[in-house]
């Protein structure tokens, strides 16, 4: 497994968790896209370097911040709301330019369940 997705659950509105991605790989730029039941995966949030990008939905609520040494990115989520409700992956990219979009994606976790209750 070259990615490994985990912290989702179950939260009330207003809520925080931590999701993590730990990679057994380099990548140039990982992401953290999610899909909700009926609707299509979107792209929450990514990292390259020192690069940072949020949908503007998350913006103000979402930080993704990486550990190099553990080659771990996480996914800090506050102020959770219910239509964050979706399954969460993470995925990893050698794509240059990086771009912050699925199909720039090579690698993908699992996917980890994220529920906020209202």
């Known amino acids: 497994v070259q990615l490994q997705a985990s912290g989702g659950g179950l939260v009330q509105a207003g809520g925080s968790l931590r999701l993590s991605c730990a990679a057994s790989?380099?990548?140039?730029?990982i992401g953290w896209f999610r899909q909700a039941p009926g609707k299509e995966r979107e792209a929450v949030s990514c990292?390259?370097?020192?690069?940072?990008y949020y949908v503007d939905s998350v913006k103000g609520r979402f930080t993704i911040s990486s550990d190099n040494a553990k080659n771990t990115v996480y996914l800090q989520m506050n102020s959770l709301k219910p239509e964050d409700t979706a399954v969460y992956y993470c995925?990893?990219?050698?794509?240059?330019?990086?771009?912050?979009?699925?199909?720039?994606?090579?690698?993908w976790g699992q996917g980890t369940q994220v529920t906020v209750s209202s």
């Open positions: 990292i390259s370097g020192g690069a940072t």
């Open positions: 995925a990893g990219s050698n794509s240059r330019p990086y771009e912050c979009i699925s199909s720039a994606h090579e690698s």
């Open positions: 790989l380099d990548y140039y730029g």
